[in-house]
């Protein structure tokens, strides 16, 4: 069923946010992309793979704690051994994941506890899963798998603080209205009630979606691969934090977080995986649109024609740019759908080549063969 929006009220105040101060030794582990050099030059990833939240499933809402997660494990299995085959064919990897719906059932579940906490909360049960699966499909393979806890860090005076965009969870009327209430005493009072195909009816909060200038731990995990381990970060985006350390009530988008990772980690490739295995212009209309490659005029062109979704397919396509300027290759296609998409099969993912490594540069694109090439208008 269609969604819709019907925004009841937005008011939002930058000096009344949530906070919690971190200690100054904090601000030590963050690197921005001018003091990444040695970084890019001492170790290259061959992938940065970045897995949707979705992609993970909802898991059994009914339960809570240790057994909620433990209802992910099979989607994160299927994931886990995906990303394994890689690894063993000689590849090494770093992993970022999302949280969407797990972040949603949390607040539900604890509308008092801090949204940055329940980020840091998926972080941890998500991470740990994923390394003890990914553990095992790599086998007698004694290969170390961490994950890291990411902070990623915003501008306070970023402009998505003053147009909150980002949906989070579905909540029951009586929930919505203890959340209500809990954002009005910080002046943070943004709710959209929405139609939901399973639900018919709920609510959601709506929160700002700033652009990370920042990650921790990127020393760290630079150390881990140097001795031949899988690393797990940016999950959910990472932890909202402003440049004073204080945690934010934000959503980090997870491919904007994770393409900024790719331009200072400097990976071979970095790969999307989504629900659909490609871009599309008119997605799920008849005269649809899959692209095996977009370059730089083409992207840009889908992008300011508002072609693209702005909760979903906009911010993979504005992370494939991003690190496409940076000299990297970028991928997106479907989970499970790894092996076929890095064979640059048609029709199997979209990919964003640097202008030297393009097939097509500024050319008409090629598509695939079942679909109608379209003609570049630049």
Do not use: C
């Amino acid at each position: 069923m269609k969604k819709m929006f019907k925004l009841i009220q937005l008011s939002l105040s930058l000096s009344l946010l949530f906070s919690l101060n971190f200690p100054s030794h904090h601000s030590a582990h963050f690197l921005a992309p001018n003091t990444a050099v040695k970084i890019i030059e001492e170790v290259q990833p061959d992938y940065i793979i970045a897995l949707g939240g979705n992609a993970f499933g909802k898991g059994d809402t009914t339960k809570s704690g240790r057994e909620y997660w433990e209802s992910l494990r099979p989607q994160i299995k299927t994931a886990a051994e995906e990303i394994a085959a890689l690894v063993l064919s000689g590849n090494k990897v770093i992993i970022s994941h999302g949280n969407g719906p797990q972040v949603g059932k949390l607040l539900n579940d604890d509308p008092n506890t801090h949204l940055a906490d329940h980020v840091e909360t998926t972080q941890n049960e998500m991470g740990r899963i994923l390394k003890e699966e990914l553990e095992k499909a790599l086998g007698n393979k004694k290969t170390p798998v961490k994950f890291f806890n990411t902070e990623t860090i915003v501008e306070s005076n970023d402009p998505a603080f003053q147009e909150p965009t980002k949906p989070v969870g579905w909540f029951s009327e009586k929930v919505a209205k203890k959340l209500e209430h809990k954002m009005k005493t910080f002046n943070l009072n943004i709710f959209a009630k929405e139609f939901d195909p399973d639900k018919q009816e709920g609510w959601r909060l709506v929160v700002p979606s700033p652009q990370p200038i920042g990650l921790s731990h990127l020393a760290e995990v630079k150390a881990h691969m140097t001795q031949g381990g899988i690393a797990i970060m940016v999950g959910g985006g990472g932890i909202p934090i402003d440049t004073a350390g204080n945690r934010l009530i934000a959503v980090i988008d997870k491919d904007r977080a994770t393409g900024l990772a790719s331009t200072l980690l400097k990976p071979k490739t970095f790969v999307i995986l989504t629900a659909v295995k490609q871009v599309a212009s008119s997605f799920g209309t008849p005269d649809a649109i899959h692209y095996d490659e977009l370059n730089p005029d083409e992207s840009g062109r889908l992008r300011r024609n508002g072609e693209l979704g702005k909760g979903s397919m906009l911010p993979k396509v504005e992370a494939a740019e991003m690190v496409r300027e940076q000299g990297v290759a970028a991928v997106i296609t479907a989970l499970g759908n790894i092996k076929n998409a890095l064979a640059r099969l048609n029709g199997e993912a979209t990919w964003f080549m640097p202008r030297a490594q393009s097939s097509n540069g500024n050319r008409p694109l090629r598509t695939s063969p079942y679909h109608t090439p379209i003609q570049s208008s630049l």
